[in-house]
T-cell receptor
Framework: EDQVTQSPEALRLQEGESSSLNCSYT??????LFWYRQDPGKGPEFLFTLYSAGEEKEKERLKATLTKKESFLHITAPKPEDSATYLC???????????FGAGTTVTVRA | DAMVIQNPRYQVTQFGKPVTLSCSQT?????MYWYQQKSSQAPKLLFH???????NEADTPDNFQSRRPNTSFCFLDIRSPGLGDAAMYLC??????????FGPGTRLTVL
């Protein structure tokens, strides 16, 4: 069974304190690795897709990277509005359905 | 703006009383998905339509059914909601295997 594990479960940061979130998966073979942001009571908002090891994508203070078995979401100099739950999801090479991790809840204090 | 719309945003039903949640999209995507998400948990895929083809996940209870009358609309029917069915229900769309775009969700409460 394909398992997607995100760590840490929760992250409390001071405004401006950079950090990284981890997403790892157990089954080899990757069609795509997806990052989403989810605010409380709302649907996930698409952030990035990564397809191959070594690939990087950036958007404002967020940067996603991918290795063969894990992905990182780096948050640089976060602001309070970056507070949210960040979900990663993986589609294996033989399927297009997504397996989601449980998310990392990030809280940024001013 | 092209988007995924879910109605209602909040639904309260009684134990055992059938309920229907709706999803519409203006993205013209060919794949539509229904997920269930409980508090602090990962979204769990219930089923999806790839074009007109219905695909049910093996562990989706028989209590849950879906209809897709046309490309733009998809419905989730819960025939006899139990207390354990209280959750956020998320609709998503995609073009084939590309990234999925989600609606705002419907929060279901079962009394």
């Amino acid at each position: 069974e394909d398992q997607v594990t995100q760590s840490p479960e929760a992250l409390r940061l001071q405004e401006g304190e950079s950090s990284s979130l981890n997403c790892s998966y157990t089954v080899s073979g990757l069609r795509g690795l997806f990052w989403y942001r989810q605010d409380p009571g709302k649907g996930p908002e698409f952030l990035f897709t990564l397809y191959s090891a070594g690939e990087e994508k950036e958007k404002e203070r967020l940067k996603a990277t991918l290795t063969k078995k894990e992905s990182f979401l780096h948050i640089t100099a976060p602001k309070p509005e970056d507070s949210a739950t960040y979900l990663c999801a993986r589609s294996p090479s033989n399927d297009y359905k997504l397996s989601f991790g449980a998310g990392t809840t990030v809280t940024v204090r001013a | 703006d092209a988007m995924v719309i879910q109605n209602p945003r909040y639904q309260v039903t009684q134990f055992g009383k059938p309920v229907t949640l709706s999803c519409s999209q203006t993205l013209n995507h060919n794949v539509m998905y229904w997920y269930q998400q409980k508090s602090s948990q990962a979204p769990k895929l219930l089923f999806h339509y790839y074009d007109k083809d219905f695909n049910n996940e093996a562990d989706t209870p028989d209590n849950f059914q879906s209809r897709r009358p046309n490309t733009s609309f998809c419905f989730l029917d819960i025939r006899s909601p139990g207390l354990g069915d209280a959750a956020m229900y998320l609709c998503a769309t995609s073009i084939g295997s590309n990234e999925q775009f989600f609606g705002p969700g419907t929060r279901l409460t079962v009394l």
